[in-house]
C-alpha cells in the first residue's frame, strides 16, 4: 500500500477540486485556466515530488505535482517508465526530478 502521507501537506487541500479535475463539458480556454490556475497552486506546493510520483505510478487524471494527465502519458512514454514492473518499486525523487527536467 501506497504511504499517502504527504497529503497532509498539499497546497490543494482546500482548494476548488474542479480546478485539478476538469468538468469534460469544460472546453478550450475555459479549460486550460483552470489548469493553470491547479498547476500554480501546485507549483510551490512541498509535496509535488511525491505527488507526482503517485500520479505517475496509478496513472490518474486531472493535475497532479503541476503536470496534466496528457503530459504525463507523454512524458512517461519519452522517459521509458516501467511503472507497473514490480521491480522497479517505489519511484524514487530522483525519477520525479529527472521527469520535471524534462517537461
Ligand atoms: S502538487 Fe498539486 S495536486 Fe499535488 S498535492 Fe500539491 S497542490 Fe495538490
Known amino acids: 500500500m501506497d504511504d499517502q502521507t504527504w497529503r497532509d501537506f498539499a497546497n490543494c ?3 476548488d477540486p474542479n480546478l485539478f479535475y476538469t468538468d469534460p463539458e469544460t472546453t478550450g480556454s ?3 485556466a483552470q489548469r493553470k490556475q491547479a498547476k500554480a497552486i501546485c507549483n510551490n506546493c512541498p509535496v509535488r515530488e511525491p505527488c ?3 500520479a505517475l505510478k496509478h496513472e ?3 493535475v497532479w505535482g503541476a503536470t496534466t494527465e496528457r503530459a504525463r502519458r507523454d512524458n512517461r512514454k519519452r522517459l521509458g517508465m516501467v511503472l ?3 521491480s ?3 519511484l524514487s525523487s530522483l525519477l520525479t526530478q529527472r521527469y520535471y527536467e524534462h517537461v
Open 88 to 90: 522497479a518499486g517505489h
Open 30 to 32: 475555459e479549460a486550460s
Open 52 to 54: 507526482l510520483a503517485y
Open 13 to 15: 487541500k482546500d482548494a
Open 60 to 62: 490518474l487524471k486531472g
Open 84 to 86: 507497473n514492473d514490480p
